[in-house]
């Protein structure tokens, strides 16, 4: 059954979520939750954010990680380059993204990701940002990205981009 908005609860990290038992069948992802998600928070290097159902709060269902960051113009396709300036573009990064595999194809990840980009335009009303980046691992990833708009930026890492819409 497709899981909605208001049956999924959105939140930070906290001591109590069982981060030990999530599995999204990505070891790199899973180790990510298990044993440095809390360690970058404290650090402040990323702000992680955990979907937990109402009836199981413990339970992690999915995950987000959001940090700052930065793109050049030149790792744009042109005609969004060619309204930027040449310095560094502010952005914000969804690091991570990783759905549990008893969640999985259930509308989770749209809805994480749905959360993280309204999150993204809340804090660029404050610190301006222009575009979202995500680092998605394998062609599983990239077709969902690529369900929701997002597109290849250039260079070496394989990330993907989406332009926010400019509020002015
Ligand atoms: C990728 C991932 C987050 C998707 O989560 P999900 O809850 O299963 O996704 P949704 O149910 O919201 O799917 C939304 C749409 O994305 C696309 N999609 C999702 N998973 C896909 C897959 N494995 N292959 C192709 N398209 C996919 C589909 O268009 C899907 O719509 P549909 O179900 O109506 O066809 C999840 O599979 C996951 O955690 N994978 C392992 C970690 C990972 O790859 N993270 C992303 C990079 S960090």
Known sequence: MRLSDDSVRVEPLGSDHDRAAFNCGNESLDRYIRTQASQDTRRGVARVFVAVLPEEPKRIAGFFTLSAAWVTASDLPPEEAKRLPRHPIPAALVGRLAVDRGFARRGLGSILLADAVKKIMAAAETV???????????????????????????????????????AI
């Open 128 to 166: 301006a940002m222009t575009v979202v980046i995500v680092d998605p691992i394998d062609d599983a990833a990239r077709a969902f990205y690529a369900a929701f708009g997002f597109r290849s930026l250039q260079g070496p890492r394989q990330q993907m981009f989406l332009t926010l819409p400019r």
